[in-house]
T-cell receptor
């Protein structure tokens, strides 16, 4: 059983550039979540997919952020026109879509540094 | 909206000593509660969870936590700490009522273990 994987693990980009991250969830999990974690803080919810449908987005997710989950498998998170404030760890998690769907399994994260 | 408070930013204990990490939550009903651990460069690993039933829950690595409704607390304990327990610990509450069931995390407690 492979856990949740994320690529790349690290990304350094210049302000104004676009970046895209990928998340591969646990294969039988139909729910997929994106969180952002800044230094000294706990993860904050960004968005959530059930299968291929994006069902909820946090107010933290500005118009520059877009997430997709085509075919209900892997997901991508794109940030356009990056800003220094976007520097953070971006975490992906997956879970089963049942009553205990909150039991989420996290990937190692993608650390983004915007210079 | 739910919230989680971890009052201790940093705790230092000696190896072999007992440990208690505090967590207080705010939620309108019986919540789903979790403790995760995060080591440097690693993703979040689930230590234990509370959904219902017995208020004392056992987790991995010798950890346990007790749900106290009257105190809105879910403190994490371990009778004898090992050097490998040094990490950051996050308490989280799951949204039972919403469809997304996203997690709301506390800001974490950094644990240092002295030899």
């Amino acid at each position: 059983d492979t856990g949740v994987s994320q690529n790349p693990r690290h990304k350094i980009t210049k302000r104004g550039q676009n970046v895209t991250f990928r998340c591969d969830p646990i294969s039988e999990h139909n729910r997929l979540y994106w969180y952002r974690q800044t230094l000294g803080q706990g993860p904050e919810f960004l968005t959530y997919f059930q299968n291929e449908a994006q069902l909820e987005k946090s107010r933290l997710l500005s118009d520059r952020f877009s997430a997709e989950r085509p075919k209900g498998s892997f997901s991508t998170l794109e940030i356009q026109r990056t800003e220094q404030g976007d520097s953070a760890m971006y975490l992906c998690a997956s879970s089963l879509g049942d009553a205990r769907g909150s039991e989420q399994y996290f990937g190692p994260g993608t650390r983004l540094t915007v210079t | 909206a739910q919230s989680v408070t971890q009052p201790d930013i940093h705790i230092t204990v000696s190896e072999g000593a007992s440990l208690e990490l505090r967590c207080n939550y705010s939620y309108g009903a019986t919540p789903y509660l979790f403790w995760y651990v995060q080591s440097p460069g690693q993703g979040l690993q689930l230590l234990l969870k509370y959904f219902s039933g017995d208020t004392l829950v056992q987790g991995i690595k010798g950890f346990e936590a007790e749900f106290k409704r009257s105190q809105s607390s879910f403190n994490l304990r371990k009778p004898s700490v090992h050097w490998s327990d040094a990490a950051e610990y996050f308490c989280a509450v799951g949204d039972v009522s919403g469809s997304a069931r996203q997690l709301t995390f506390g800001s974490g407690t950094q644990l240092t273990v002295l030899p």
